[in-house]
């Protein structure tokens, strides 16, 4: 089926999960019809193509920002040209699984906020939850509209050995990415608009507007016609192009903390015209940063007496206020706890074993296996504070060893998976580069789970960090329907 | 709109707009030498306020140094990264424009091109600056962010007129005597040049250049687009519209307006033999502060209106701190 | 006893400010041991005044003035009936109790009260020797604070936590009250910050009045909560007026805001409490 010249030939699936070959010269059945495709290319025609895409990228100005500062510069997420495909049926599950586990969160955050059942029942520690750096007392007692916390979640999803997926992690303060999963397949329409021609691939570009619908759904019942607004850190942040994507797709205004004020427990921003009301806040600012009267104090990027403003009902947030001690990765050990607690329900999709360093024989095992584990810090995230025990040094895991006894609560450590791989295009070759995906889930009245999501390539030989500021890249993501 | 968006949206405009002027000035200055010699006079000095200065040096410092805020690479960074910050509120095609010409001074070999061919050089960038507000023009709903584009650069272009015609006041003055030697005509022509106006004021004028002409015809000319009296004309329309949405019941439109509106109609119903009888000086130098008034009212009124920000809670502004602020992702 | 306060709180600038935003803790606050009747609070220049409770269960309020000004000034009044009679009585019912959120919250380190080994070094000797041991043993922690500390006013500011009061032996009552919350805390005895009032009486306790003054909650297993005043050296009575409890002084400043503007600005507080 495969020719010899073909550049398919001579690509090597094995040793991982190979998400487009069974097998060494098999294509799995829903890749058919894009390896025929890929085998009428020559390698400069797809070299051409992955030039076209790059600058495409650029000249819209598709970039985050690296070495944070005003001296930053701005780079393009690599993107690469083959796509990556899901079935149906195997996205439903994703679905389901996202779903439940996003609802069940909710309900543990409101409970934590609230009664606190969960924390006198024996199930999770409480200074687990409570010494969560994520947690915030300022919250409590809250009743955010449809008792809804996470507006936006995304969470990644990895894929093992076996072909299994797991949940790797939940991202429920202020997920980026999005962007690139709509930017993504418009380059790749553009550049190579012929490989669309074989499938029906479920459209990405809906998300604005059920972001839009979802931050309606959410502002407070005082407000009749929701004016909603983006606000943004700031052109250094890493994600501004995101912020300016998602503001100018949805047509709402994006302004940075001091372009708004409180007067009279109402939120305004400074206009040509005049003041003008905010509604919803969506807030692509963390929590110690959002109001300099409650948190930080030196925060220039907040407003002064948004919390107060908050708290009375009068505005609302999305994500609301404190949901990082639920994307905690000490908490996240629990998170089938959690399903089971309040749903009554069984995990769809699994999460990674994990071992709590707070926990003493876990944190024995841990000390004891480091080589062979992946340790994270709870509260490091873009694949920061890291330590993947396989690939480190005897002297890294030694200063791991001392981090984890000084601060136990601090650290959890994961097995090492074996993420699965994707053919990738790799100079003039296609090359096994090992990905992950991040599903984006929406909630407002009902979820919404985007239909495809970012799948993110370790574009660096054998590397398994997919995170772009750290040398990862990205595929369009096709769901069939 | 945002008061922060109008701001970056104005002085972008005006940075688009400075950047047009420096490079015509910078090409007329370059004739201006290889018609009349560089040994004859020194025409880069004055240009910066300096003299004995090398014109490579001026010319240096006008086009390329990243250090003179001013400069024509100064002005297309300047304007690049407002548009960063307001890309929500530009146009696509703006922004790509914008986003790949400064992209492009930033090769290597576009930086050799500024010292080598220098004259090159600065035409294509100001021709891709003059293309950007064209862009504006056929890109954008004509209301307000266009409005407050329109309004950055009519009242810079009227303020480089004016500043130009100042510098040059010296060289317009009426003189005794009457005769003209080919070095004025060069130099008179020159300061036409440096308004993009030369041709223009040929079918107004027949050639007859003349310094009381010259003047006349870059201040008070009520169609020619780059005249000061146009300029300020299209700045009153601007912040008219402006002003329509922010007081329309009020009976008073707000200082900004009240200013504009009475620079514009002294230079109206000004005459220019009026003009030189009074002193040009004395009258460019009035012009010129009225603009500058006009510029701070818009600002108080409409843009980011920033007093110090003085806290209780204590103010840090260390860079570090900011970056760290900004350093949140997921 | 019925009592009456009435607080002034002026902030004057030396030029015009816009946009002031404070928020404020002044009471009032209900509970076992007083109850609020009459609350007023007002603002001079006209501005807006909102009320919120907030997420430690005090009631607080937002106020903004928008408009150019010069001042501030910001007027509260109430009368109180405070119950604790006896505050050595053990209450008819024993005590509840804390649930993990409230272990948690006044066991655990806060910001101005980290846990640092001086302070355990200091508490152990003190530590309960039973369960009915608890409250003398905040008795004793509360006169090892007093006896350790020099009450200077002006030497400390809001941001002096408890590892700058352990090396530099003076301040106010925020300071004590912050080692006092300390010490509990480090022999696993609750405690709280308390902001509020003492009433100005001939009988009654001497310092703090005429301005707002902060003491310590303690919670033993006979008493529940009860306060502790280590700036007075005694157990907290009818005398004592809560506004807001918290972690430590950083959850609860009588006042906290930002404004705009070029101008420096200059505080007054004035406080009057009468016996009814």
Not at chain 1, 315 to 323: K, M, S
Not at chain 3, 123 to 151: C, I, K
Request: charged share 25%.
């Amino acid at each position: 089926m495969i020719t010899q010249r073909s550049p398919l030939a001579a690509y090597d699936p094995t040793a991982f999960w190979d998400e487009m070959f069974a097998a060494p010269g098999v294509v799995r059945p829903h890749y058919e019809a894009l390896a025929r495709r890929l085998e009428t290319l020559s390698a400069d025609e797809v070299t051409r193509r992955q030039r076209a895409a790059d600058l495409s990228f650029q000249a819209r100005g598709i970039t985050f920002a690296i070495n944070q500062g005003p001296s930053g510069l701005e780079k393009i997420m690599p993107f690469d040209l083959i796509p990556r495909i899901i079935l149906p049926d195997e996205w439903k599950r994703i679905e389901r699984g996202l779903e439940q586990r996003v609802r069940a969160l909710n309900l543990f955050l409101h409970d934590i906020y609230h009664d606190g059942k969960i924390l006198s029942s024996g199930l999770i520690p409480p200074e687990l939850i409570l010494g969560a750096r994520g947690y915030r007392r300022e919250v409590r007692s809250v009743e955010p509209p449809l008792g809804v916390y996470t507006h936006v979640v995304g969470s990644d999803l990895v894929r093992d050995h076996r072909g299994e997926f797991y949940v790797l992690e939940d991202n429920l303060r202020v997920p980026s990415g999005v962007s690139y999963v709509v930017e993504n397949r418009r380059v790749l329409k553009r550049v190579w608009p012929q490989i669309f021609a074989d499938y029906r691939i479920r459209p990405v570009e809906g998300y604005p507007q059920d972001l839009l619908s979802v931050l309606r759904e959410v502002a407070p019942p005082i407000a009749e016609a929701a004016t909603v607004v983006l606000l943004t850190p700031g052109v250094h942040n890493s994600a501004f192009f995101e912020h300016a994507f998602l503001a100018k797709a949805m047509g709402i205004e994006m302004v940075q903390g001091s372009d708004l004020f409180v007067d009279d427990g109402t939120v305004y921003m400074r206009t040509t015209s005049g003041r003008r009301r905010v509604d919803v806040i969506y807030r692509r600012v963390d929590d110690d940063f959002l109001d300099p009267l409650a948190f930080r104090h030196d925060s220039f990027l907040g407003v002064p007496g948004l919390l107060a403003t908050y708290r009375m009902g009068r505005v609302g947030l999305a994500n609301a206020l404190g949901t990082g001690v639920a994307d905690d990765k000490a908490i996240y050990a629990y998170v089938p706890t959690i399903i089971k607690y309040y749903l009554g329900e069984d995990e769809i999709i699994p999460n990674v074993k994990t071992y709590v360093a707070a926990d003493p024989s876990e944190r024995a095992y841990i000390l004891e296996h480091i080589a062979e584990l992946v340790v994270k810090s709870v509260n490091a995230s873009g694949g920061y504070g890291m330590l993947i025990g396989p690939h480190a040094s005897k002297a890294d895991h030694d200063e791991y060893r001392r981090r984890i006894q000084a601060d136990p609560r601090g650290y959890v450590a994961q097995p090492t998976i074996a993420l699965s791989r994707h053919p990738s295009w790799s100079e003039r070759s296609l090359e096994g580069r090992h990905v992950d995906l991040r599903p984006y889930v929406l909630f407002g009245k009902e979820i919404r789970v985007t239909p495809g999501g970012l799948t993110r390539v370790a574009l660096r030989a054998g590397s398994l960090v997919v995170n772009s500021s750290q040398g990862g890249g990205a595929k369009d993501t096709w769901v069939l329907g | 709109m945002l008061c922060r968006v109008a701001d970056d949206l104005y002085w972008m405009a005006r940075y688009v707009e400075r950047g047009i002027a420096v490079s015509r000035l910078i090409d007329v200055t370059r004739h201006l030498e290889l018609d009349v010699g560089a040994e004859e006079s020194d025409f880069w000095g004055p240009l910066v306020g300096a003299i004995d200065l090398s014109g490579e040096a001026v010319s240096f410092f006008l086009l390329s140094d990243q250090l003179n805020p001013d400069s024509l690479v100064s002005c297309v960074r300047h304007a690049r990264e407002l548009a960063r910050g307001v890309r929500e509120s530009i146009s696509s095609e703006m922004w790509e424009e914008l986003n790949t010409l400064q992209q492009s001074l930033a090769l290597p070999s576009k930086q050799r091109q500024a010292q080598g061919d220098s004259v090159s050089f600065q035409r294509l960038v100001r021709q891709r600056l003059q293309y950007l507000q064209g862009l504006a023009g056929s890109t954008l709903a004509h209301d307000e962010p266009w409005d407050f584009l329109s309004l950055g650069t009519y009242l810079e272009r009227a303020d480089g007129v004016v500043r130009l015609l100042r510098r040059q006041a010296h060289l317009l003055a009426p003189r005794d005597d009457e005769d003209t030697s080919d070095a004025d005509m060069v130099r008179w022509l020159a300061v036409l040049r440096s308004c993009g106006s030369a041709e223009a004021y040929a079918r107004f004028y027949s050639l007859r250049v003349e310094p009381a002409r010259i003047v006349e015809f870059l201040l008070l000319n009520p169609v020619f687009p780059q005249s000061v009296r146009f300029a300020l004309g299209a700045a009153q329309d601007a912040l008219s519209a402006v002003a329509a949405l922010r007081s329309a019941a009020a009976n008073d439109p707000g200082p900004a307006v009240r200013s504009l509106g009475r620079v514009h109609a002294d230079i109206e119903h000004a005459a220019i033999d009026e003009i030189f009888e009074s002193g040009l000086e004395d009258f460019l130098f009035g012009v010129q502060q009225s603009i500058a008034q006009v510029s701070d009212e818009i600002a108080a009124t409409y843009l980011r209106d920033e007093p110090e920000p003085s806290r209780l809670v204590g103010v840090a502004r260390a860079a570090a701190l900011m970056a760290a602020q900004q350093q949140q992702q997921q | 006893m019925k009592v009456r306060v009435e607080h002034i709180t002026r902030f004057d600038y030396d030029a015009e400010i816009v946009e002031s935003v404070i928020d404020v803790r002044l009471g009032p606050r209900s509970d076992a041991h007083q109850r609020w009747g009459r609350f007023e609070i007002g603002i001079d220049p006209a501005g807006a005044v909102r009320r919120y409770a907030d997420g430690l269960g005090n009631t607080a309020f937002l106020v903004t003035v928008a408009r150019p000004h010069r001042h501030l000034e910001l007027r509260t009044a109430g009368e109180i009936e405070t119950l604790l009679a006896d505050p050595f009585a053990v209450p008819a019912q024993s005590p509840d109790p804390l649930g993990p959120s409230a272990l948690a919250d006044f066991l655990d380190p806060s910001r101005l009260v980290p846990a640092v080994p001086e302070l355990e070094a200091l508490a152990t000797p003190q530590r309960p020797a039973s369960v009915e041991d608890g409250f003398p043993a905040v008795q004793r922690l509360m006169h090892l604070v007093n006896g350790r500390l020099q009450y200077v006013p002006g030497v400390t500011t809001v941001e002096t936590n408890v590892v700058d009061v352990l090396g530099e032996p003076r301040g106010v009552c925020q300071d004590f009250a912050h080692l006092l919350i300390g010490l509990c805390r480090a022999v696993a005895i609750p405690a709280r910050y308390v902001s509020g009032y003492i009433v100005a009486d001939a009988s009654g306790p001497r310092r703090g009045t005429g301005a707002s003054h902060a003491w310590v909650e303690a919670f033993t297993p006979t008493h529940g909560w009860r306060g502790f005043d280590p700036t007075n050296d005694l157990v907290a009575s009818a005398y004592h007026v809560k506004l807001a409890i918290g972690r430590d002084y950083s959850d609860i400043p009588p006042h906290r805001g930002t404004f705009r503007g070029p101008a420096q600005e200059v505080l007054s507080v004035e406080v009057l409490t009468a016996v009814a």
